[in-house]
């Protein structure tokens, strides 16, 4: 099971992790209370920070060079034009925080800049091609990792890093880094020399270099902070003044939805679960179709969108871990263990419980299947069985980075139970605490959602691709498309929230053309624009509403067949097929866009819109290529006009992609 801007689109139809190619995937409630955990931070961050509901921030009024900052709710839409400073901060107790929010309002201090305060949890919200400046302040948890909270931004900012093509992804940022961290400890300030190394790799450039701060230094951050702001002033010439903030677009666009949210998700009930493909043997593809009801929830959402799902994890593997950890069933069933900082607040409650069962949090809280190095590496070091220590030492020996591929290709074939069948002689001497700090997070899935409101106004639907596999000789689940497909019944209640994704998103004007490439589950967000357009009364000519769809065999898993056949019989859309495998050549969705070349080139000639949905692997970027193609032919263009011309496709919002790794 794959795991989780613009970041890449959001996910669609499947799993899907958020990679930056150009989209966003956003509308978390920001108004939100921050969690505190209890555990030991090695930059002793102070726990008198915490939440962030206002903050300081200047209304960009005063023509004065230096005035005193007005507290205003975040985030304020500046009345005049200013220069917009993002500040970024990764936090386990609160001491970041704290000293970012300093920082913002010594930034907002001086006449024409707007800073804005975001906490790397939230990172999903930030689209970072509409940012100059990012200051970031960044705590290191532990034994060199990332605040908990912060895992996920690295996790993605580090897959960003490692795909050896976006070394210019990030070259029109600015940015500096403040470590904090604890010289008592080997890593003194990883997480921060970490993001400034990810920063660089991407191509932003260093206002200055990174200042490490050894514990709760003032006399380091105070100065620190001064001269961020003297740099910012000597740059402010050659940067761009902008009216608006679209973090405060994004604050309105998820109001509607802050009843329920990351933190505290609705509880829905599932009320269809269907089939939607015919399953004849092991190579088959199971898709199933769902749908989930809103009732009185508040919830809305706009075609797009996705919807997020916290999934819980198969309890026959949660109970084969606690038999490495308790000495008998009765004793591992009663241990308790603090809430994580990051669990939601579950049905029936008001506020998060201080403790929670440790199968539970297993079930709900802890990823399983997605390994950290640091958990080999902690095992290696507690291990008293020398041939154990030796294998351990073996694995890690070129480092725990993405270079050291025997140490990836034994995480990526690994699950926790496997490893702790393999190494059980050091698992019950290690305390309980190291191990479960070891862990990922169970990160909620997402999905496009695969209905409108317009249409079903009660509902939202979701379609998932299954995922099933053997991992040394036993059978395994991706986590999320079996919760769903095996461990939850119909009429049972799940936790979800809507993920608002502003940047995959129908044309305003309902006779537009648009062009939709979307094979497999990434047909999902097509079949709710085509509903949406249904509803608006505009699916009344089908050269307006053209979509490519592929699968491997049309009686097998055509998603969707009737509905998509019965709307290209009455002349509501245009609709393309390619199924790969009912003839001796293989046709996939790209050689049909290109047998209608002429037709594309029209549409695009005419102002339409061109959408992708699927696999960014291979299917993303051979369409992306015909597009280029199509576009030079067909033009008359240079391949490098060819490229500027879909570059300002993409500027505009007429080429929007929601693709996934």
């Given amino acids: 099971q794959q795991t989780p801007t613009t970041f890449q689109s959001t996910p669609a139809a499947m799993s899907k992790p958020l990679i930056w190619t150009g989209l966003v995937v956003g509308g978390v409630c920001l108004l939100a209370y921050r969690y505190l955990s209890s555990?030991?931070?090695?930059?002793?961050?102070?726990?008198?920070?915490?939440?962030?509901?206002?903050?300081f921030?200047?209304?960009?009024?005063?023509?004065?060079?230096?005035?005193?900052a007005v507290k205003k709710e975040r985030f304020v839409e500046p009345n005049k034009e200013v220069v917009p400073i993002l500040i970024l901060y990764g936090t386990e107790y609160g001491l970041s925080s704290e000293v970012a929010k300093k920082l913002e309002e010594e930034v907002n201090a001086i006449d024409g800049f707007w800073?804005?305060?975001?906490?790397?949890?939230?990172?999903?919200?930030?689209?970072?091609?509409?940012?100059?400046?990012?200051?970031?302040?960044?705590?290191?948890?532990?034994?060199?990792v990332p605040p908990t909270t912060a895992r996920p931004f690295f996790d993605n900012m580090e897959a960003l890093s490692n795909s050896g093509t976006n070394s210019t992804l990030f070259s029109h940022l600015q940015y500096c880094v403040l470590a904090l961290g604890d010289s008592a400890y080997p890593y003194y300030c990883r997480a921060?020399?970490?993001?400034?190394?990810?920063?660089?790799?991407?191509?932003?450039?260093?206002?200055?270099?990174?200042?490490?701060?050894?514990?709760?230094?003032?006399?380091?951050?105070?100065?620190?902070?001064e001269k961020v702001c003297a740099k910012l002033l000597l740059k402010k010439s050659d940067l761009q003044i902008r009216s608006g903030d679209y973090l405060h677009d994004k604050v309105l666009a998820s109001a509607a939805n802050s009843g329920f949210n990351r933190k505290k998700p609705y509880y829905s009930k599932l009320s269809v679960r269907r089939a939607i493909t015919q399953m004849n043997d092991g190579e088959d593809k199971e898709t199933i179709h769902y749908d989930f009801e809103l009732e009185d929830s508040g919830l809305t959402f706009t075609v797009g969108d996705a919807l997020a799902i916290y999934p819980t994890n198969s309890l026959e593997e949660v109970d084969q871990i606690l038999m490495y950890l308790a000495s008998d069933a009765n004793t591992a069933s009663q241990m308790k263990i603090n809430t994580p900082s990051w669990h939601y607040i579950e049905e029936g409650q008001e506020e998060k419980s201080t403790q929670m069962l440790l199968r539970d949090a297993l079930a709900k809280c802890y990823d399983l299947h997605n390994l950290k190095p640091e958990l080999l590496q902690l095992i290696r070091d507690k291990t008293k069985n020398k041939n154990d220590k030796t294998v351990l030492t073996d694995l890690l020996a070129e480092g725990t980075g993405k270079s050291n591929t025997g140490l990836q290709d034994y995480l990526y074939k690994h699950h926790l139970v496997d490893v702790f069948s393999q190494f059980k002689d050091a698992i019950p001497s290690i305390p309980l605490d190291d191990l479960l700090s070891r862990l990922s997070r169970l990160l909620p899935r997402y999905y496009s959602i695969s209905s409108s409101l317009k249409a079903h106004p009660t509902k939202v639907s979701i379609t998932v691709a299954v995922v099933r596999y053997t991992l040394h000789g036993s059978k395994r689940v991706g986590v999320t498309s079996t919760f769903l497909s095996d461990r939850v019944s119909e009429g049972e209640r799940i936790p979800i929230f809507v993920n608002n994704?502003?940047?995959f998103r129908l044309p305003t004007d309902a006779q537009t053309p648009i062009v939709m490439v979307g094979p497999g589950t990434g047909l999902a967000p097509f079949r709710a624009f085509l509903q949406e357009r249904d509803a608006q009364g505009a699916l009344t000519n089908p050269s307006l509403n053209t979509i490519f769809f592929g699968c491997r065999h049309y009686g097998k898993d055509f998603l969707y067949r009737e509905e998509l056949e019965t709307l290209h019989k009455d002349s509501k859309i245009n609709l393309i097929t390619a199924f790969s495998r009912d003839q001796a050549q293989k046709v996939y969705v790209q050689h049909r866009i290109e047998e209608h070349a002429s037709f594309v080139w029209e549409s695009l000639s005419n102002g339409g819109h061109f959408y992708v949905c699927g696999d960014a692997n291979h299917m993303a970027g051979d369409v992306h290529k015909v597009l280029l193609q199509i576009v030079e032919k067909h033009g008359n263009m240079s391949s490098e006009e060819a490229e500027h011309y879909i570059e300002k496709l993409e500027k505009d919002k007429r080429y929007q992609k929601d693709i996934w790794f």
């Fill in 192 to 225: 921060g020399k970490t993001m400034d190394k990810l920063f660089g790799d991407l191509g932003a450039k260093k206002i200055m270099n990174r200042v490490d701060v050894d514990q709760e230094d003032w006399s380091v951050m105070d100065p620190w902070v």
């Fill in 501 to 503: 994704n502003p940047d």
């Fill in 39 to 55: 555990g030991y931070e090695n930059d002793h961050e102070s726990k008198k920070g915490g939440t962030f509901e206002s903050v």
């Fill in 115 to 144: 800073a804005r305060v975001v906490d790397m949890e939230e990172f999903e919200i930030l689209e970072f091609d509409k940012e100059q400046v990012v200051l970031i302040v960044n705590s290191t948890y532990g034994d060199g």
């Fill in 57 to 68: 921030v200047d209304d960009g009024s005063s023509s004065a060079p230096k005035k005193k």
